[in-house]
């Protein structure tokens, strides 16, 4: 396992998202009611990143994760798809902690 600092918390308004490219990993991380949440950018149906356009992963209420290809939408505390091609299957969620108010994610 490799730990890499995305950035800080604050970095990161509420109910938004930011994108990041670690080597070949893609995720982003999501803050939502001052927690956050961190999944590989990455649809369950075809594969494809989420985003249409950098950091925009959220739906036009910045209730659910959207997917730009197809419209799914994505629990924001689980990622469990409730809408969508991929109904029932989950984003990944990416293993990361909390370090002096920056954002540390685990990756293989």
């Known amino acids: 396992m490799t730990t890499h600092t995305l950035c800080a918390i604050d970095d990161i ?3 938004h998202c930011k994108g990041f490219l670690l080597g ?3 995720l ?3 803050k939502k009611m001052q927690k956050v949440f961190v999944y590989r950018n990455h ?3 075809l594969g494809l990143p989420l985003e249409w356009m950098p950091d ?3 739906d036009n209420d910045k209730q659910y994760i959207q997917c730009a290809t197809h419209g799914a939408l994505f629990k924001i505390n ?3 798809c409730i809408s969508g091609p991929c109904l029932g299957q989950q984003l990944e969620a990416i293993n990361f902690s909390l370090e002096d108010e920056q954002i540390v994610v685990d990756i293989e």
């Open 13 to 15: 308004e509420e109910n």
């Open 24 to 26: 070949d990993t893609n």
């Open 28 to 30: 982003f991380v999501v």
């Open 43 to 45: 649809c369950p149906h």
């Open 56 to 58: 925009q992963f959220l």
């Open 78 to 80: 689980n990622g469990e």
